[in-house]
């Protein structure tokens, strides 16, 4: 599971609120301890046990690994505690009650700012110290029926093998209910068990009927309970008592054993806190976010300049003082110039050497060359070459990928290659270069190499291709067909089934693209290609009631607000007069069937959208404005209009949905929603 | 799908669900979650998670459930294999449970593989392939 890169991340508030209300819990658990002593109640030491186990939980989710390992050394203590390893003798409670404390304190400089703080290893040894190595699984036969018998948690086999040693009958009730009312009769059933007795465990059980649900309790009764009882006020079916209790308690349980006084294993030493980030000379880190917020910058007054330009052109027109106008429109050049390369300035903030993604990979393909038992190197040549920080950190799964795909199906054993005449250690050479506003990375091996006539049988016999389809001009493009992949046969090191055409989804997002060309005997070669930057594209962003959504600019014709005069009826439909042209017009709310807007009174804005073939016209309750956005697709799995092909983030944080001009347009020339008469 | 195995457990619309810990890619609270017009109901929108645009499946409302209240920072759990996340109001934590304890669902709760009695009420296992597919037009 992926954890967040810097601990806490967005969760961070969560966590502490989470965190604060089990150490809490715990704290309130452990003055019940003490009150209890010696002998103490299994639901409490069980809740604190639980409580602390939460804490291991959620502070691992978020990334705080310090947090998460002393409560992981607390928990073990309690564990051992509520199986009675431990006694709860003055020694332990003390132990648990300082974890606690020692928990409080590291939850406090996570508070404060701490990216990650560590328990001390005095305090963790001592933990570990109190905790008895765990036992083979108890073997001892509680008479119970196979199925329940095998899916008992160690806990409730010690609590259910404790119930009998202190004399208490173990009973089995059997409830058979309705579907509609189910919850509602296992929650009684379960509150009555826990009020008789202890509710040990609640498991599926078997229904006569297939139209009912059936579960069995398993619950642990005090001498002289009545079992029947029990039964009739849970409404259950059967009761069977698996083993009687005694009419008295006996003198003691077991006696518990004490922990001896072993001295603690030599720990390994505790890593220090993680090394502060390395400040090179003359660098300077930025969060990305600011970077985006200047970029965005950038291209406002882009915009901004455009309309001056359009402005000042129309007032210089008729301004007679030639002196003053040549001044203004040399002012105004140079402003222009400036604007123009503050963009590419900006962008470049983003742009960091691909040593950083290949450093990564480097490490990658050495763990995955010994795990194969591959001998390989990996060459890498133009580690200088600049690419966007976001693609750095995104293309680092899918190039991952293509060096397993490499070590894994390409380089050969060391055996089968010396066979072959080949030097036994294979090798991967990656060769980074730019070309134009693009970054090119060419991944070859010499390994076996791909058949590309083995490929085309692969496709017929799968059906990607049909027996009488002809054989594709590029045979290695069906490698990258859903389907086709092999991660069928599921090595180790393809992992979790993502194919090669999950490969080339990712990069297609990411505005690049992957092919392949091989050699049979010789080797394989991928060549990917990403933009240097992330592409943006201009957009021009409307709102729809709380809908945003986002036209590429290439296809708005004009916007015009309050265009109600254009509005007149042609052919028994709407449409709207731009110029000589009547244009098909719609409601983007009616055609996405969104609630009217309110004010739909004709004052509202008209887009004019056209895709190079035709044009039509869209009324929206606002237009937001023009940004260059990064616009993502969505998976075709995801329901929708099929006007909707992806999603963009719009400064400010909004999310509008990306249209496809074309597809609207169609839309809209095929006839408005309300149906169209002529 | 066998209840063995690491599950990840959540709350949605005041109940407890689960699902598989390798089918989860992550949890993240995105900024927003834009409505997609035309999508069932049990469609909450898009939103960006890592850059990605993620179609999010509203758990409570699939389930037939409301929801405590409107979270102004949704959670959501990205998973892996589908372009999906499932939008829930908070995160229990990492559980197990042997697959004799999951009893098998009851006919029309919704997607599920099974459900394990609990203390509290019931933890319900999700099946995500069909909780995602019967969106799917």
């Known amino acids: 599971m992926t954890r967040p890169k810097k601990p806490g991340g967005a969760f961070s508030g969560e966590f502490l609120a989470e965190a604060e209300m089990l150490l809490e819990e715990a704290g309130c658990g452990i003055d019940a301890l003490d009150a209890d002593g010696d002998d103490p109640n299994p639901e409490r030491v069980n809740a604190l046990f639980r409580s602390v186990h939460s804490l291991k939980g959620v502070a691992g989710m978020v990334g705080y690994a310090g947090v998460a390992d002393a409560a992981h050394a607390l928990e073990a203590l309690l564990d051992d505690l509520r199986m009675g390893r431990v006694p709860a003798s003055p020694a332990v409670r003390g132990a648990v009650r300082e974890g606690l404390g020692a928990l409080s304190t590291l939850v406090a400089r996570v508070a ?30 509680l008479r119970l029926p196979p199925e329940l018998d095998a899916s008992l948690s160690d806990y409730e086999r010690h609590r259910a093998s404790e119930a009998g040693k202190r004399g208490k009958a173990l009973v089995l009730v059997d409830l058979d209910l309705d579907f509609d009312s189910f919850d509602a009769g296992l929650r009684n059933a379960m509150s009555e068990a826990s009020a008789a007795g202890e509710l040990i465990g609640t498991f599926p059980g078997t229904a006569a009927d297939p139209a009912r649900m059936a579960f069995r309790l398993l619950v642990a009764l005090p001498p002289g309970c009545d079992a029947a009882a029990l039964g009739t006020r849970c409404s259950a079916r059967d009761v069977v008592t698996v083993s009687a ?40 880190r930025v969060p990305l976010e600011k970077v985006a917020a200047l970029v965005d910058l950038a291209g406002e007054l882009a915009l901004a300049r455009s309309a001056l330009g359009r402005s000042l052109g129309q007032a210089l027109a008729g301004a007679s003082d030639r002196g003053a106008r040549f001044e203004a429109q040399r002012a105004f050049a140079r402003l222009d110039r400036l604007v123009a390369t503050l963009g590419p300035a900006a962008l470049a903030l983003r742009l960091v050497p691909v040593e950083t993604l290949t450093t990564r990979l480097a490490r990658a393909f050495a763990r995955t060359a010994s795990a194969l038992g591959r001998e390989a190197d990996f060459v890498v040549q133009g580690v200088e070459t600049e690419i966007d920080k976001v693609l750095a950190d995104e293309l680092g799964d899918p190039l991952l990928h293509i060096l397993r795909n490499a070590l894994d199906h390409g380089i050969e054993s060391p055996e089968e290659r010396s066979s072959a ?42 059906g990607l291709l049909g027996a009488t389809d002809p054989d594709p001009s590029d045979p290695f493009a069906l490698l990258f067909r859903p389907g086709f992949s092999t991660a069928r046969e599921v090595s180790e090191i393809s992992g979790r089934g993502v194919g090669l055409d999950v490969v080339r989804e990712k990069l297609a997002a990411l505005g690049g693209r992957v092919s392949v060309r091989s050699i049979p005997g010789s080797g394989t070669t991928f060549e990917v290609v990403v933009p240097m930057t992330l592409v943006l594209l201009e957009s021009l962003v409307v709102r729809v009631g709380e809908v945003w959504f986002a036209l590429p600019g ?95 983030e719009v400064p400010g944080g909004e999310i509008a949905l990306a249209l496809d001009a074309g597809a609207l347009i169609a839309r809209i020339h095929s006839g408005p929603a309300e149906g169209r008469t002529a | 799908m066998s ?3 690491l599950l990840l457990a959540f709350r949605a619309g005041g109940e407890r669900f689960a699902v598989p810990l390798d089918r989860v890619r992550e949890a993240a ?52 294999g589908s372009d999906h996340a499932l939008l829930v109001d908070s995160i229990d934590g990492v559980e197990t449970y042997p697959a004799g304890r999951v009893a098998p669902p009851p006919p029309g709760r919704g997607a599920l593989h099974g459900i394990v009695a609990e203390e509290l009420g019931f933890l319900s296992l999700l099946d995500v392939d069909r909780l995602a597919a019967r969106g799917e037009r």
Request: glycine fraction near 12%; charged fraction near 25%.
């Open chain 2, 29 to 80: 609270r995105p900024r927003r979650i834009a409505p997609l017009p035309g999508a069932p109901p049990e469609w909450s929108g898009v939103a960006l998670v890592r850059g990605e645009a993620i179609g999010v499946i509203d758990v409570a409302a699939a389930m037939g459930l409301s929801h405590a209240h409107a979270d102004p920072a949704p959670l959501v759990v990205v998973l892996y």
């Open chain 1, 421 to 462: 005449g080949k030097p036994r250690r294979g090798r991967v050479a990656l060769t980074v270069a730019p070309s134009g506003r693009e970054v090119v990375l060419t991944f070859s091996d010499d390994g076996r190499g791909v058949d590309a006539a083995g490929v085309v049988a692969k496709a017929r016999q799968t």
């Open chain 1, 112 to 141: 404060a700012g701490e990216d990650a703080p560590r328990l001390e290893t005095p305090l963790k040894d001592r933990l570990e110290g109190l905790v008895r190595p765990a036992e083979p699984r108890g073997t001892e036969s």
């Open chain 1, 245 to 284: 209790g005694r009419a008295a308690p006996p003198p003691s349980a077991a006696p518990a054993r004490l922990p001896a006084a072993v001295p603690a294993e030599s720990a390994p030493p505790e890593p220090g806190p993680e090394a502060a980030p390395q400040v090179a000379r003359g660098v300077v």
């Open chain 2, 3 to 5: 209840g063995d195995g």
């Open chain 1, 554 to 648: 290439e296809n708005v014709r004009r916007t015009l607000q309050g265009a109600a005069d254009g509005v007149e009826i042609v052919d028994g439909r709407a449409c709207f007069r731009d110029g000589d042209e009547a244009l098909p017009l719609a409601r983007l709310d009616a055609l996405f069937g969104l609630p009217k807007s309110a004010g739909s009174d004709g004052a509202e804005p008209v887009v004019v959208a056209e895709d190079g073939r035709r044009a039509a016209a869209l009324v929206v309750d606002a237009v937001e404005g023009v940004w260059d956005l990064l616009v993502k697709p969505l998976a075709d799995s995801v329901p929708r209009p099929k006007e909707i092909v992806g999603a963009a």
